[in-house]
């Protein structure tokens, strides 16, 4: 028998059942596991929202030993104790928080389903089924999102920060082509970036890693209704240009991380006439509006921006994470990112088909899409639109039981985002953040904390369509004993 360092290689044999385990065993970890997600999924409103965030605790607990090997109970029980105790729960529908949804059921599966095929979309001709599912699905979003048939392409990404990046690099492809292989240096134009200094940090970050620098990004102060100012914007265009500044792009955002404010991109469009830029609407949240008959036309003018950024995981509660990338230039993703290998498989050569790998950001790749796919089966567009309105009213109904109960809000915007508070106190973060930690700490709820201009705001939002009335009557609640209480 060969031996490799004293062991026998054939003991690799084992590893079937080490790895696999026996069906009977497999049958036992999931029974196990299905009772834990049923008490979970059943009763999320049972726990407490947010944990205290004790890090010693925490470390200790993950370092504690956790006994055999072979104990494989004891394994998925730590792991379930360990996000039960020390998580905030974005599925309670008392989380009030940043754009996480509860999971639906259609995403739980299809995350499940993806992990055992595995497929591996970076080549088409190895997953040609996912690969074809996400390009139906961009074809769909495309159209909702009013582009023209023959005129759409994008790709899923692992969320927005990356579907902005993407965005940086096509319109930096478009306006210097030759970029590519030669870089910034062979570049005498200095490119900039412009949004509103509502914008989401991702396209800073995105600024910094495609090489411009976060200075070039121009952050444009917004109008009175919080939205990126056309004025401004052209104003500091101007300035720019005099200066010896290129325009590159500009970013509009449709549901803005903060405030939910959706910038208005027909009071942009003549400004990308005179000046040429690349137009991006980062509509990670805000886009899902378009599923609704009824509300697409808050994000109008959106079919004229040169690429958009949807997340699936944001409003239509699909489980972290589904950015995707819409762009109605059907040839610059592949101008941006072809590249050609010797080891990618070419199977595929003869056939009118795209590889991915040749096309985003990213290699291996996931099959994220399903979960998006798996929700219109089981849903249907229509059940998304039901979604998407259940949450509009449910945010209607909290601002107005908000301002019922003597509290100023500080955000217009039609999407279900509340930023709230005193004028007594909007001047006075410590004592904004002392009452946002107070409800936190009761465990009751989970919000935040936004600073609009000058004021200090508390922050709810509709995240989850287990969220009612009563809920929101429970947040209310919590406000007014802690306000009484001083
Ligand atoms: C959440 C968000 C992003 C970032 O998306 P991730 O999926 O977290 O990477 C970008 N822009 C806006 C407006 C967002 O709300």
């Not at 059921?105 to 190895?126: K, Y």
């Not at 690969?131 to 159209?143: H, T, Y």
């Not at 072809?338 to 790749?365: C, F, N």
């Not at 001047?427 to 009751?444: E, Y």
Request: charged share 20%; net charge negative; aromatic share 10%.
């Amino acid at each position: 028998m060969s031996t490799l360092g004293g062991k026998s290689i054939f003991a690799g044999l084992n590893l079937l059942t080490m790895y696999d385990l026996t069906p009977e065993k497999r049958k036992q970890l999931w029974d196990r596991l299905n009772a834990a997600f049923e008490q979970y999924y059943t009763h999320t409103a049972a726990l407490p929202v947010a944990p205290p965030l004790d890090k010693p605790a925490i470390q200790a607990f993950i370092r504690q030993s956790i006994g055999p090997p072979e104990d494989l109970n004891r394994a998925l029980d730590h792991v379930l104790e360990g996000l039960t105790r020390y998580a905030v729960h974005t599925p309670h529908p008392m989380y009030f928080g940043l754009y996480n949804p509860r999971s639906s059921f259609a995403g739980i599966l299809a995350d499940t389903i993806t992990a055992f095929f595995n497929p591996q979309i970076a080549a088409w001709s190895h997953a040609p089924f996912a690969a074809e599912v996400e390009s139906f699905l961009i074809a769909e979003l495309g159209r909702r999102f009013g582009y023209p048939e023959s005129f759409i392409d994008g790709a899923f990404t692992s969320g927005g920060a990356e579907a902005n990046l993407t965005a940086l690099l096509c319109a930096a492809q478009h306006r210097f082509p030759e970029r590519k292989h030669a870089g910034w240096q062979s570049i005498a134009a200095k490119p900039l970036i412009y949004c509103s200094k509502e914008c989401h940090h991702s396209v800073i970050k995105a600024a910094q890693i495609i090489g411009l620098g976060t200075n070039a990004v121009r952050s444009i102060d917004t109008d009175a209704a919080l939205k990126l100012d056309p004025q401004l914007l052209e104003h500091q265009i101007v300035r720019d240009l005099e200066a010896g500044y290129l325009p590159m792009m500009v970013i509009a955002t449709e549901g803005v991380t903060g405030t939910g404010v959706i910038d208005d991109i027909p009071a942009l469009l003549p400004l990308k006439e005179k000046y040429g830029f690349w137009l991006h609407a980062d509509a990670a949240y805000g886009g899902a509006a378009v599923l609704s008959e009824q509300h697409k036309h808050w994000v109008a003018g959106i079919e004229h921006a040169d690429s958009i950024t949807f997340d699936a995981h944001k409003w239509l509660s699909i489980p972290m994470a589904a950015g995707i990338f819409i762009t109605r230039h059907p040839d610059i993703m592949g101008r941006t990112f072809g590249i050609s290998t010797e080891y990618m498989p070419k199977d595929a050569g003869g056939l009118d088909i795209v590889d991915p790998y040749t096309h985003t950001v990213q290699w291996s790749r996931r099959f994220t899409g399903l979960k998006l796919y798996l929700s219109v089966l089981m849903y249907g567009w229509d059940g998304l639109e039901q979604l998407v309105e259940q949450q509009i009213s449910t945010g209607e109904y909290l601002r107005k039981r908000l301002s019922e109960t003597g509290w100023k809000t500080y955000n217009a915007t039609p999407l279900p985002v509340v930023c709230f508070g005193q004028e007594s106190m909007e001047r006075d973060p410590a004592q904004v953040n002392a009452l946002c930690q107070k409800v936190i700490s009761t465990g009751k709820a989970w919000i935040s904390v936004y600073k609009i201009n000058e004021d200090y705001t508390l922050r709810a939002c509709i995240t989850n369509y287990n969220t009612t009335g009563q809920d929101i009557e429970q947040l209310l609640g919590v406000l007014e004993e802690l306000m009484r209480a001083g």
